[in-house]
């Protein structure tokens, strides 16, 4: 689980580990040859998983999660492959329109990962670009990369049996019937009054729906027929219901539309030790591989496979890891021009980046690294042609340095400034830290 506030949406808990040391006690003198002329050797990025047991949630932000009511669907079980939220942690919120539980949490004005009319929601993306299937209205699988798990019936009345959430946030387990195609437009006034939202169910019998001009779907946008709807809600319901699915979404289709000139590593937050090219590694699952081919292929399945189990954020630690592996200097590893292999060729000034997605803050137990963004860092020397300044060493200077110890923060700066690899002096990539408090 999480502790404190959780980040308003996923797009902003994205965290790049930077690499690269910049002049900033200084002013910069900005290049007018964009940073990826400056050399012909491919970057490495490694994409890092939130895959915490929030990720499993349907609604966000964690403000809005009332008597462990969590999910807006009674849920399959393992439905996302590994262990599941049990007991008092599993309630789902009612369907009665009179509950403003049930109307506010299907409402994408406040539950900002529901479905949304004005918005269309497409299927994700494969490894060459394409895209899958659209899901069944008639059967919505809950995972579309694992449709074993079960479907969903969008068009019919439902009766399951669940721990319920009333208005009042008490929770009551009996068996309850209910349409699942529906969601609540918010009319303004009181969030927390029924009368502020209007009940709209996608059913056959009505046949046009208002929507929004984004829906190109929709042959008459802004209006749309009901078989237009009605698959627009199954894809939102298969590919984009929970924080993880959204997550996929979204991720997905930014690498799909990336060429094969980088290098691409897959890791998980709560991955553990394994065995990455020879060398014991944390949080890595797959080492940098060109993003070609089968290499590419075997990214998307990682990302879209990859179990989600009950369990907390250890994001420090994860980034930590990253950083360890980064650090490798033989010729299996991220340097190298074949890793994985012996006797590769390790470049200077080979880029690397880490993107870390989560929807949170870090829960893990960590320290060693103390209040590194307030402490110099290592003096480097830039390899990069035409490169100004030719030396640079970090300062702590806002809004970089802190007076916060082994934050997040500082684990990224350990590994932006400091060279550590033995007999290369290399500059080492470029971007943002994440905040410090993070």
């Known amino acids: 689980m999480k502790t404190g506030h959780i980040i308003s949406a996923i797009r902003r808990a994205i965290l790049l580990l930077v690499l690269m040391p910049l002049p900033v006690q200084a002013a910069l003198s900005l290049s007018d040859v964009p940073l990826f ?7 490495n990025i490694i994409f890092t998983l939130d895959d915490s047991g929030s990720m499993q949630f349907e609604i966000m932000p964690d403000g809005l999660i009332v008597a462990n009511a969590r999910f807006v669907y009674p849920r399959a079980s393992s439905v996302y492959g590994g262990s599941d939220y049990t007991g008092t942690n599993y309630r789902v919120v009612d369907f009665n329109p009179s509950n403003w539980r049930a109307a506010s949490l299907r409402s994408s004005h406040i539950n900002k990962i529901y479905y949304d009319p004005t918005v269309r929601y497409l299927p994700w993306s494969k490894a060459d670009g394409s895209l899958m299937g659209n899901a069944n209205p008639s059967c919505a699988p809950h995972n579309p990369f694992d449709t074993a798990k079960g479907c969903r019936n969008l068009t019919v009345n439902d009766t399951q049996s669940v721990a319920w959430l009333e208005s009042d946030g008490t929770v009551k387990t009996e068996s309850r019937t209910f349409y699942p195609a529906v969601y609540f437009l918010y009319n303004g006034g009181p969030i927390n009054s029924a009368s502020s939202y209007t009940r709209i169910r ?10 929004g001009p984004s829906r190109t779907d929709c042959a008459a946008a802004p209006s749309c027929t009901y078989d237009e709807e009605i698959q627009n809600f199954a894809n939102w319901y298969t590919y984009y219901r929970s924080r993880i699915l959204l997550a996929r979404a979204g991720v ?11 290098r691409v590593a897959f890791g998980a937050i709560n991955q553990g030790s394994s065995t990455i090219d020879g060398k014991s590694t944390s949080t890595l699952i797959t080492g940098v591989r060109s993003f070609s081919g089968t290499d590419r292929v075997n990214f998307f399945d990682k990302l879209y496979q990859h179990t989600i189990p009950a369990q907390g954020t250890p994001l420090r630690t994860a980034m930590d890891g990253v950083g360890k592996y980064l650090m490798r200097n033989d010729d299996k590893g991220p340097w190298s021009d074949t890793p994985g292999q012996n006797g590769g060729v390790q470049p200077i000034c080979r880029q690397n980046y880490h993107i870390l ?13 103390g209040n590194t963004d307030n402490a110099d860092g290592d003096k480097h020397t830039n390899h990069f042609p035409n490169a100004t300044p030719a030396t640079y060493q970090y300062k702590p200077v806002l809004p970089y340095s802190d007076k916060y110890s082994n934050t997040l923060a500082d684990v990224a700066m350990h590994y932006w400034k400091t060279s550590g690899i033995s007999g290369m002096i290399c500059v ?7 905040s410090s408090r993070a």
């Open 202 to 211: 996608i059913r056959s019998s009505t046949s046009s729906y208002t929507s």
């Open 252 to 262: 997905g289709r930014a690498f799909a539309a990336q060429g094969s000139n980088m």
């Open 357 to 369: 997605m989560t929807d949170g803050y870090w829960s893990d137990s960590f320290s060693g690294l």
């Open 37 to 43: 002329l400056t050399t012909a050797v491919d970057p």
């Open 428 to 434: 080492k990539s470029s971007s943002t830290i994440g």
